[in-house]
């Protein structure tokens, strides 16, 4: 079931990053923010954008970890701390902001909200950010089957009964598109579109770009 998984879920990544380069059309001087890089790699399609990007040495990696496993790996990109809340660079600073699967991470709704403004502001041109529907059935993080439905606290204290409780509290808040769709209302962004990534005919993911 794992390898199965980790195979869908390297096949997905690939499908995302064709479509950040269809969309986005990065030249070779284009300049990226890459937000929410792992410092530690758990397969082989973390950190895909700097695995597969033809242009490293243009790629910002930022992120709330402390890097001490990812400049070894990636020397050729630049990588910048924060605090999780404002990014620390001026607005308009890159060409081209992406972020995969990273947003269900940074907190309850407000958060997620001032999440879309920061990658607004710094964001020049595009914007390219993806997460898992909530309404897919299976969690993608727990590989836990319909119970994610429930309302927060109650699937928490399933995960806590079931031995996986690193994915309880603050670890993630799935959100459904039309959610997103109001937060990103919220956020003043009303010029974006949403393709919706689909396995089995169902939406697993989807990707918001502007």
Partial sequence: ?????YKISGMNRKRKFDEFLSICA???STTILDVGFSDEEYSATDNYLEKNYAHPE?????????PVKFPQ???????VQYDGKTFPFKDNAFD???SNAVIEHVGPEP???????????????????????KLFPVEVHTRTPFLHWLPKKAFDRYLHLIGKQWAAGDYMYLITISRMKRMLAEAGITDYT?????LCGLVLDYVVTW
């Fill in 73 to 79: 790996r990636y020397p050729m990109v630049k990588v």
């Fill in 26 to 28: 990065p030249a070779a």
């Fill in 1 to 5: 079931m794992t390898t199965f998984a």
């Fill in 111 to 133: 958060r997620q909200v001032q999440f879309l403004k920061e990658i607004n502001r710094v964001a020049k041109q595009k914007v390219f950010i993806t997460t898992p529907n």
């Fill in 58 to 66: 243009n790629i910002t990696a930022l992120g709330i970890n402390k």
């Fill in 194 to 198: 949403i393709i919706k990534n689909r």
């Fill in 96 to 98: 081209i902001v992406w």
